[in-house]
């Protein structure tokens, strides 16, 4: 299991090495020293976070799996192990994270299918794949600064490959203000789930 970040200012991404550090989670930082060409993320960007992935498995083996999180507004709230029981849960090959906004192009929201929960768009900051799957799934340029989730969703909408999305938030919360702290978790009222890995995406509040 290889768990990755790329966050180029290490400072900035204090909360998520704090937590993975609390649950004993060993974080690669593939963003570490890279100059960042990916736009300042006001807006749409970060394509350069795909390709950096896509070099950093260019040598794994294809069954290792591959959890990448965000550096700046994520952290952990649970082991290693709770997130791979329940990604196994999923019967598939690769799970995001998903949300309830469909950004940054809201043009493609009728072709994204229907969820049990509000949470129906692929959110980009967290996923879990494996890395064969993942490798088939990046294929494709996509140019440094053009956006990393808009990729993904395009991706995820040919239907080809093994992948879907956690609507009820069961491993990745993304944010939501109904999100309510009990005790060292995090409780989602509307799914009734505890998640494992919280996103803050979205803007300053939300971070």
């Given at each position: 299991?290889?768990v ?6 290490n400072?900035k991404?204090?909360?998520?090495f ?5 649950k ?7 963003g570490?020293g890279v100059v ?9 960007g970060g394509g350069?976070?795909?390709?950096l992935i896509k070099?950093?498995?260019?040598t794994?083996?294809d069954?290792?799996?591959?959890i ?12 290693i192990?709770?997130?791979i029981d329940?990604w196994?849960?999923f019967?598939t090959r690769i799970l995001?994270?998903?949300e309830?906004?469909c950004?940054?192009?809201?043009s493609i ?6 969820q049990p929960t509000?949470?129906?768009?692929l ?7 494996e ?5 088939n799934?990046l294929?494709g ?12 969703q395009?991706r ?6 093994d992948?879907k999305?956690d609507?009820e938030q069961?491993i ?9 702290r009990?005790?060292v978790q ?5 799914t009734r789930?505890y ?6 995406n979205g803007g300053?509040e939300?971070k």
């Amino acid at each position: 299991v290889n768990v990755v970040t790329c966050a180029t200012d290490n400072e900035k991404a204090y909360r998520l090495f704090n937590s993975a550090e609390s649950k004993n989670i060993k974080v690669t930082n593939i963003g570490e020293g890279v100059v960042w060409r990916g736009t300042d993320m006001s807006g749409p960007g970060g394509g350069q976070k795909i390709n950096l992935i896509k070099k950093y498995i260019k040598t794994l083996p294809d069954t290792d799996i591959l959890i990448f999180v965000d550096g700046y507004d994520v952290f952990f709230t649970d082991s290693i192990e709770q997130i791979i029981d329940r990604w196994h849960s999923f019967g598939t090959r690769i799970l995001f994270g998903a949300e309830k906004t469909c950004w940054p192009d809201t043009s493609i929201a009728d072709k994204f299918p229907d969820q049990p929960t509000l949470y129906k768009y692929l959110n980009s900051g967290t996923f879990i794949a494996e890395v064969g799957e993942l490798k088939n799934f990046l294929e494709g340029s996509i140019e440094d600064y053009e956006d990393d989730q808009l990729f993904m969703q395009q991706r995820f909408l040919l239907n080809k490959f093994d992948v879907k999305l956690d609507s009820e938030q069961y491993i990745f919360q993304t944010y939501d203000e109904c999100v309510k702290r009990e005790g060292v978790q995090l409780y989602n009222p509307e799914t009734r789930c505890y998640g494992c890995i919280f996103h803050g995406n979205g803007g300053l509040e939300a971070k």
